[in-house]
């Protein structure tokens, strides 16, 4: 990764999250909805995401294998089309319910393989709906599959609210195994769900020991900046921890060993980049910019730190 040191990169990276931003705000997510059921003989779970402008993102698995799938479609008059891809991102699978409404006790539609047109029945029952679970006292037992995932593990935010004054939040996260899908870690949060949903969890080498730790998102500010919390794996006891890593929009770089930091305000008229080296399961600072829109040059400048802080 290259530190952002020119101007011609500041004005790329602005353009990126004005895009961004642009994005998240062309539709409202209306609440993920919780089912069970079938896809010919084979049981499932899944989980949709449903937002106000008819895009539909779904994570599904299957209960005999329990490795998360991903889906996005749309709904189209009152009809949900979904499209499962590989990792070329073509399209491999349609799942298509005719009559889908996210409030129904029940859905059925048909599952149809893109290569060999072969079809099969979908069956599926309502859990739960966590825009109407919002709406009752208290609660903390609603869980959702993730859709990253580990090797031989998998994740489950655990959802809810403790007082009627709370918002809607992630209250923990299930580390379950793949193979059986038994629970094998949990771990107490605080964070939001708004922000990120099905795609909370995240993955990486985040300690570049080269062993696999994940994040989860836990808020979003006025900025485009975010903040997450780091779980490092440590190998002697196979269980994960909580890192003391604080700091906005970090990147990590598993070929220098490094981790970005960017932190953005005033509408992107400020910016700072600090880039961090890890020791002993820490964030070490190595080097740090301020960089302020010069309204004669109409750039991004690099100037003091000092004016930054």
Known sequence: MVILGNNANFRAMRYVLITLMLLLCQGLVWGQVSYTGTIDRYNIELVAEVYSDGAVNVIYEYTKHHEPIVLEGRITGKTLTLYESDKQRTKTAKLVFPAFNKKATTLSGTWTDLKTNKEATISLTRNFDVEEDNTKLTWNNREIIQSAALKNQ????????????????????????????????????????????????????????????????????????????????????????????????????????????????????????KKYKVVNNKMVLKEQHCYKYDEQKQDMVERPMKECE
Not at 200 to 214: A, I, K, L, T
């Open 154 to 273: 998998y994740f489950k935010l655990i959802i809810g609210k403790e007082k009627v004054t709370d918002e809607l939040g992630v209250k923990g996260v299930k580390i379950m195994d793949k193979k059986t899908g038994q629970l094998v870690q949990q771990i107490k949060l605080d964070c939001q769900l708004s922000g990120a949903g099905l795609y909370s969890v995240s993955v990486g080498d985040y300690n570049f020991d080269g062993y696999p730790d994940f994040s989860v998102f836990e808020t979003g500010y006025a900025e485009p900046n975010t903040s997450s919390l780091y779980f490092l794996y440590n190998p002697a006891t196979k269980k994960f921890f909580k890192s003391r890593y604080e700091g906005v929009s970090l990147e990590f770089d598993e070929d220098t060993k490094t981790i970005t930091e960017l932190n953005q305000c005033c509408a992107g008229a400020q910016q700072t980049v």
